[in-house]
Structure formats: structure tokens, C-alpha cells
């Protein structure tokens, strides 16, 4: 195997990585929002984003290694553009995650006191999870 296929597989292995990462960090957040306030979960979530975070930023910078080294040609350059993109879009996505979970802790605002919106809005996590998986996997 060439280093560049090394580099490529890498690559590769870190985007699987990044993306289990995020669906684990949407289903954490869903049991916080939706099931109830626990500090314990909190402190997770809070954990996965710098995992992720560093994961984003290592794989940030192999796809531009792999540009700046091994010169790929248009198919190659291709799909380095298409992870890169999709990348981005996760990190938007785990960004925003944050920010609910951070809104509600701070607003001490707990799903579980408005019934009415439960149903809503496990059905908008199942939604979210769902999309995300099926233009991940």
C-alpha cells in the first residue's frame, strides 16, 4: 500500500469515526432533551464536542495534506471536496446541538414539563437522526 492510499484510508477511517461520533452525540442529546435533565449527560455531551472538535480539525487537516502532497487528480480531488463538505455540515450540525442543549440548561427550560411537546419533538430528533444517517451512511 502507497502512502497515499494510507493517507486515503485514514481519511476515510477518521470520516466513519466523525460520523459515529455525531449520531452518538444526537442520540445523547435527544435522551437530554427529551427523556430528562441529567448533569451526568450534560457533562458527555459536552465531552463529545471536543472529541469531535479535535477529530473535525485532524481531519480538516489530512484533506489538505493530501491536496497539498499528493496533487490528486479530478476524481480524487472530487471526493476530497465532497468529505470536506460533508465535514463542514457536521460540525454545523454538532454546533447546533450545542447550542440547544446549552439554551435549555441555561433557561432551565425542561422538555419534560411541556407534555404537549414531547411527541413533537422526538419526532423532529427521529427526523434529524434519520437524514443525517442516510446522507452519512
Not at 484533506?63 to 460533508?86: C, D, G, K, M, N
Amino acid at each position: 500500500m502507497t502512502i497515499k492510499e494510507q493517507e486515503y484510508a485514514q481519511i476515510r477511517k477518521d470520516f466513519q469515526w466523525l460520523s459515529e461520533m455525531l449520531m452518538l452525540q444526537m442520540e445523547i442529546a435527544q435522551e437530554l432533551v427529551v427523556n430528562s435533565w441529567s448533569d451526568n449527560i450534560y457533562e458527555q455531551i459536552i465531552q463529545k464536542k471536543e472529541e469531535i472538535r479535535y477529530l473535525h480539525n485532524q481531519l480538516q487537516d489530512a484533506l489538505q495534506t493530501l491536496i497539498v502532497q499528493f496533487s490528486p487528480r479530478a476524481a480524487e480531488l472530487r471526493q476530497i471536496v465532497a468529505y470536506y463538505s460533508v465535514m463542514l455540515a457536521m460540525g454545523q450540525i454538532n454546533k447546533i446541538l450545542i447550542q440547544l442543549v446549552d439554551r435549555i440548561h441555561q433557561s432551565s427550560l425542561i422538555i419534560n414539563n411541556y407534555t404537549d411537546n414531547l411527541e413533537s419533538v422526538q419526532a423532529l430528533f427521529a427526523t434529524t437522526q434519520g437524514m443525517v444517517a442516510s446522507a452519512l451512511f
